[in-house]
T-cell receptor, first 116, second 115 residues
Framework: DAKTTQPTSMDCAEGRAANLPCNHSTISGNEYVYWYRQIHSQGPQYIIHGLKNNETNEMASLIITEDRKSSTLILPHATLRDTAVYYCIVRVSIPSYTGTASKLTFGTGTRLQVTL | DSGVTQTPKHLITATGQRVTLRCSPRSGDLSVYWYQQSLDQGLQFLIQYYNGEERAKGNILERFSAQQFPDLHSELNLSSLELGDSALYFC??????????????FGPGTRLTVT
């Protein structure tokens, strides 16, 4: 399994862009990078995923370096409601009895604090 | 609201007891996943079911078991409970069995306290 490394915590002023880095230097060619977040003991929430191209959706942008060894999640205009733990996950597939199954392996994540 | 429901929200029980946690996946989702989140271990994958069949196991204890019923809801059974089983238990669902594009939608969790 490719492992990820994230800073333990980050601060961001409300209205500014929050840039959350993630290192995944052992990622395999067919593994995707996923981002989830967890707001104060709620269930984790899917944000975005990508393989090698940059991706954008209504929540965030994902920038993946050309060598795919690191990525950055960008929240373009952070609000107080974006305060959460952000998890960078490399998607693994594990064999099962009649096909492949896929689990999410969560690390410790980055605790993002958005302040006024 | 993710569309995944879990009951109960909170559960307090004594050591040695048995409890059942229930999960209803989003409409149309065939895969159900169970995760445990404790203070010292973080979020850990326990087990996955797809259309009624077990498909993958993580670090699930032998005292724990799960099943998925024909209506696709799932139950996680925890027996001979120990203090260390106190945790948040999350259920997640996704459309299909595998594939990188099947993001998982998580329920609000069940907080289990073993006293």
């Amino acid at each position: 399994d490719a492992k990820t490394t994230q800073p333990t915590s980050m601060d961001c002023a409300e209205g500014r862009a929050a840039n959350l880095p993630c290192n995944h230097s052992t990622i395999s060619g067919n593994e995707y990078v996923y981002w989830y977040r967890q707001i104060h003991s709620q269930g984790p929430q899917y944000i975005i995923h990508g393989l090698k191209n940059n991706e954008t959706n209504e929540m965030a942008s994902l920038i993946i370096t050309e060598d795919r060894k690191s990525s950055t999640l960008i929240l373009p205009h952070a609000t107080l409601r974006d305060t959460a733990v952000y998890y960078c996950i490399v998607r693994v597939s594990i064999p099962s009895y009649t096909g492949t199954a896929s689990k999410l392996t969560f690390g410790t994540g980055t605790r993002l604090q958005v302040t006024l | 609201d993710s569309g995944v429901t879990q009951t109960p929200k909170h559960l307090i029980t004594a050591t040695g007891q048995r409890v059942t946690l229930r999960c209803s996946p989003r409409s149309g989702d065939l895969s159900v996943y169970w995760y445990q989140q404790s203070l010292d271990q973080g979020l850990q994958f326990l087990i996955q079911y797809y259309n009624g069949e077990e498909r993958a196991k993580g670090n699930i204890l032998e005292r724990f078991s799960a099943q998925q019923f024909p209506d696709l809801h799932s139950e996680l059974n925890l027996s001979s409970l120990e203090l260390g089983d106190s945790a948040l238990y999350f259920c997640a669902s996704s459309v299909g069995l595998a594939g990188a594009h099947h993001e998982q939608y998580f329920g609000p969790g069940t907080r289990l306290t073993v006293t």
